[in-house]
């Protein structure tokens, strides 16, 4: 599985069989370098600018935004509904979680307001490696985020959506989350390929490629 990340909470995942699955594409007033990708899946977790702008991708793909399961080029699809807030969407509606299963679970969170219910992470099930947003202010925070990654338990954590040098609004930084974990790796790249997974849990900063 290779994971690149573009920025904010924008992957692009490719599977064992080769099948891209694009994650939360953002529009060019978040402050990052928008590119013009080609996708065979594009998962949007929620509508707002900086999560579900696809006029700049190209060729043909499926459009998950939804909750369900799904079967996409043949890898399963997992979307489960959650809240952008901790008032069950009252202030900024829904977000959708998405599992998707190769040969490791991946989650993606998007936009998570909340911490998950036993309810959601049965419905999540095992997760592998878990892409997580740490920088508050319109999602969990580091001390939030530490709790679901607890309570996810996954073998790698990658954090998304806190504060950079380009992005144009406030967020926590990645620091603040990063802390309270042993095992840490900062890397200078935006792209891994991980085929085993760790005996213990590690998370993976990885540099925006946007």
Known sequence: MKITYLAHASFLIET???VKILTDPYDNSVGYTVFELSADVVLTSHKHFDHA????????YVLVEKEGEFNV???????????????KGQKRGENIVFV??????????????????????????????LLI?????????????LNV????????IIPMHYKTE?????????????????DVEVLQTSEIEINSLPEKQKVLVLKYKG
């Open 53 to 60: 702008y696809t006029k700049s991708l190209k060729g043909d």
């Open 149 to 156: 990654a607890k309570a996810v338990n996954p073998r790698v």
């Open 166 to 182: 380009k992005l144009k609004f406030d967020l926590g930084k990645v620091e603040e989350f990063t802390k309270h974990f042993e």
């Open 73 to 87: 080029k043949g890898v399963k699809i997992k979307g489960i509904k959650t809240f952008h807030d901790k008032e």
């Open 100 to 129: 998707i299963e190769d040969e490791f679970s991946i989650a993606h969170l998007g936009d998570l307001g909340h911490e998950l219910a036993a309810a959601e992470l049965e419905k999540m099930g095992k997760v592998d490696i």
């Open 16 to 18: 064992k069989s080769g």
């Open 133 to 145: 947003p740490v920088g508050g202010v319109y999602t969990i925070d580091a001390k939030e985020a």
